[in-house]
């Protein structure tokens, strides 16, 4: 079952939005999780990866400084916090499983959720 991400919204260039993704004890604990996004017109990309147990993150170049990804192991739950955003980080976003922290869409363990769409005005 694929896992997805909420909390996409119209946002004002500059502005901020937290998005969220919903997951398990278990998957936290065997698995990492990594953050894609896909534009119209583009291809899939990814964003950032976590790793829970290590507290380790990884970002795409466009969002470091900017994004920020964690975890609530209270709440099994993985956030994508988003800061300055800008109009081309308007697309879908999606949240996935990966065996390893990786930004490659292709790495992603199972199909694709329905994604949260992003979009910021300018």
């Known amino acids: 079952v694929p896992l997805e991400a909420t909390g996409g919204a119209l946002v004002q260039a500059g502005g901020s939005l937290r998005l969220s993704c919903a997951a398990t004890?278990?998957?936290?604990?065997?698995?990492?999780i990594g953050w894609f996004r896909q534009a119209p017109g583009k291809e899939r990309e990814g964003v950032s990866c976590?790793?829970?147990?290590?507290?380790?993150?990884r970002y795409a170049d466009f969002a470091k400084g900017r994004f920020t990804a964690s975890t609530d192991a209270a709440k099994n739950t993985v956030y994508l916090q988003m800061n300055s955003l800008k109009h081309e980080d308007t697309a879908v976003y999606y949240c996935?499983?990966?065996?390893?922290?990786?930004?490659?869409?292709?790495?992603?363990?199972?199909?694709w959720g329905q994604g949260t769409q992003v979009t910021v005005s300018s």
């Open positions: 996935a499983t990966l065996n390893h922290c990786v930004l490659d869409p292709s790495w992603a363990r199972e199909s």
């Open positions: 004890e278990f998957i936290l604990d065997y698995y990492d």
């Open positions: 976590i790793v829970h147990k290590e507290n380790r993150t």
